[in-house]
């Protein structure tokens, strides 16, 4: 049986596969190396897929790129103060979970307060 993807299912697919390998690489080693797995965790694979996904397919337009990339600096920030969130969190001694959420709820409140200043642009 020959398995054989176009290129539009590839680039479908290259997302959730290098989500998955992700994931298993981060599994792996955490019990080896629990700042490697971190360092895996956090590396710069979503931006440059979501550059793929919504640029890949040819109909590439490098204002509209540019605009995305400019876009990701308040998103970048919105995710360093879930970090943060999070971290104080556990370290005020709250379960994994209601940290997580506790973090999202930061999150979404930032990225509401950037889109009321004008700082991201919801069409």
Do not use: C
């Not at 337009?61 to 998103?75: E, K």
């Not at 556990?90 to 999150?107: C, D, E, M």
């Amino acid at each position: 049986m020959r398995l054989s993807l176009e290129p539009a299912q590839l680039q479908k697919a290259l997302p959730v596969i290098a989500s998955i390998l992700i994931i298993l690489g981060v599994a792996f080693l955490r019990e080896r190396s629990r700042t490697l797995a971190a360092i895996l965790a956090t590396m710069p694979i979503n931006i440059p897929l979501g550059l793929w996904v919504l640029f890949g397919t040819g109909n590439y337009d490098p204002h509209l790129a540019a605009m995305f990339v400019r876009a990701l600096v308040p998103g970048l920030i919105a995710t360093l103060v879930w970090v943060g969130a999070v971290w104080l969190a556990l370290q005020w001694g709250w379960a994994l979970l209601p940290a997580v959420l506790g973090g999202y709820g930061v999150w979404g409140v930032l990225v509401i307060v950037f889109i009321v200043l004008g700082w991201l642009h919801v069409r």
